[in-house]
């Protein structure tokens, strides 16, 4: 289900924005919506047989039901989630209408920062 929800440019510019902030540790990028979604970016060497579908429907859900769940928390309003996996991470910064979701190799918990501040500008 994917489609061309971005023009080249703006797809370029988030996969480069990825890259400035992780380097070679970047895996993948995906621009998602409520409806659609397209992966913008995957390293040379890994398999297009991701459930993309099943990934995308699930960080949307989980989106929306973590910014609810937290809404007034002393913790302060939701910035972006890391998923830590065995062969690797999945950040997901998500906006109310789009959102991306990047897999990285390892990295230090203010790689994540920088990646999820960079990638947070460039969706606003």
Same mark, same amino acid.
């Given at each position: 289900?994917?489609?061309?929800?971005?023009?080249?440019?703006?797809?370029?510019?988030?996969?480069?924005?990825?890259?400035? %902030?992780?380097?070679? *540790?970047?895996?993948?990028?995906?621009?998602? +919506?409520?409806?659609? $979604? @397209?992966?913008? =970016? #995957?390293r040379g060497g890994l398999?297009?047989?991701?459930?993309?579908?099943?990934?995308?429907?699930?960080?949307?859900?989980?989106?929306?039901?973590?910014?609810? %769940?937290?809404?007034? *928390?002393?913790?302060?309003?939701?910035?972006? +989630?890391?998923?830590? $996996? @065995?062969?690797? =991470? #999945?950040?997901?910064?998500?906006?109310?209408?789009?959102?991306?979701?990047?897999?990285?190799?390892?990295?230090?918990?203010?790689?994540?920062?920088?990646?999820? %501040?960079?990638?947070?500008?460039?969706?606003?």
């Open positions: 289900m994917t489609s061309d929800l971005l023009d080249a440019e703006a797809g370029e510019s988030i996969v480069q924005t990825c890259r400035t %902030a992780v380097g070679d *540790s970047l895996r993948s990028v995906t621009y998602f +919506t409520r409806d659609d $979604f @397209e992966q913008i =970016y #995957l398999d297009r047989d991701a459930d993309l579908t099943t990934f995308v429907g699930h960080e949307w859900r989980g989106f929306k039901t973590t910014q609810d %769940a937290y809404v007034g *928390s002393e913790l302060g309003a939701y910035e972006y +989630t890391i998923r830590v $996996f @065995e062969n690797g =991470y #999945l950040i997901r910064v998500t906006t109310d209408s789009r959102g991306v979701f990047v897999t990285t190799d390892g990295l230090e918990m203010g790689d994540f920062d920088a990646l999820a %501040a960079a990638v947070g500008n460039v969706l606003r």
